[in-house]
């Protein structure tokens, strides 16, 4: 029997930037329920506590909305967006509201394109919520402290929405996607020392249990001996 799409848990949007810097580190996330903190993870977090109470104000033309949650039934995906600015030119008063995307980064613009997938998601729930167009959005990161715009081209479009296809596909795979090899990635993941199973492919989860096990039967054989004549 088919799934029906009411049935369909909605995945987080987080996933498709995890998936984007690494397939592996998504599914160890999203998947095995796998998490390790680290500096870069920490200051991320501090970085979006500051922005994480749902709140608004406005000004003008401009209402500011922060915490916001989205979802799309049709990506399949939900979350939060940092901040999402509705803009209203004052010679048009009975125009809607035009919504602008806003997400906060620590440090610096990456080479790889996760955080404007990330926000594009964010614009493509919002379309799919609120039935208006949001054509652009912007990522403001801690370093040099200024907004990024970032246009929604159909080219950016397209991608997340075969991210977020991929995404589900990875998630109900049978096995973990393969390790990076002598990728500069692994050198800033929380997860690198979790992303080691004994055979690459098999359950990181139950490569823990395995080495769990393995402990527990050290600890068993020690304390054996010291209860020895």
């Known amino acids: 029997m088919e799934e029906d799409d009411d049935d369909i848990d909605l995945l987080p949007l987080s996933a498709l ?26 200051e991320g977090r501090v970085l979006h506590d500051r922005v994480d109470t749902p709140e608004e ?4 033309g401009l209402r500011i909305a922060r915490a916001v949650p989205l979802a799309s039934r049709r990506l399949g995906l ?5 901040v999402v600015e509705f803009y209203r030119d004052p010679a048009a008063p009975d125009a809607p509201w035009r919504p602008l995307p806003v997400e906060y980064k620590r440090g610096r613009h990456k080479d790889h394109d996760a955080d404007r997938v990330q926000l594009c998601a964010q614009a493509l729930c919002l379309e799919d919520m609120l039935g208006l167009p ?4 912007a990522l403001f990161y801690g370093q040099p402290r200024r907004r990024q715009r970032v246009p929604f081209d159909a080219a950016l479009r397209a991608r997340t929405e ?6 589900r596909r990875l998630l109900r795979a049978p096995a ?3 390790p990076l090899v002598d990728d500069p990635r692994c050198r800033s993941c929380s997860l690198v020392d979790i992303c080691r199973p ?15 096990g ?5 600890d068993a054989g020690t304390a054996e001996e010291d209860d020895g004549p």
């Not at 939900?78 to 940092?82: I, L, M, N, P, Q």
């Open 17 to 42: 930037q995890h998936l984007v810097f690494c397939p592996r580190q998504c599914v160890l996330i999203h998947g095995e329920r796998q998490w390790a903190e680290n500096r870069l993870t920490a």
């Open 57 to 60: 104000e406005v000004r003008g």
């Open 78 to 82: 939900t979350g939060r967006a940092d």
């Open 134 to 137: 949001v054509p652009e959005g």
């Open 162 to 167: 075969d991210l977020a296809a991929e995404l």
């Open 176 to 178: 973990l996607p393969p």
């Open 198 to 212: 004994a055979v690459a492919g098999r359950s990181a989860a139950r490569w823990l249990d395995r080495a769990l």
């Open 214 to 218: 393995r402990l527990l039967a050290d």
